[in-house]
């Protein structure tokens, strides 16, 4: 089952390929979902770091 993930499909002889993780989803991903994610632990971190200290 697992040698199945990426391979293409092939209907009336046509061969159609499955969906990929392209670069521009990657730049998405990275742009729209890690960088915002990153940025509120770090700022929680930050927070959290200066209500111990003091």
């Known amino acids: 089952m697992g040698s199945q993930i990426n391979r293409s499909v092939i ?3 046509q061969s159609i ?3 990929g993780f392209t670069a521009w989803a990657w ?3 990275i742009a729209f979902v890690a960088v ?3 940025g ?3 700022f929680l971190d930050y927070l959290l770091y200066l209500t111990i200290i003091r």
């Open 17 to 19: 390929p499955r969906r």
């Open 40 to 42: 509120v632990a770090a």
């Open 27 to 29: 730049v998405y991903f």
């Open 36 to 38: 915002p994610v990153l």
């Open 11 to 13: 209907i009336d002889g």
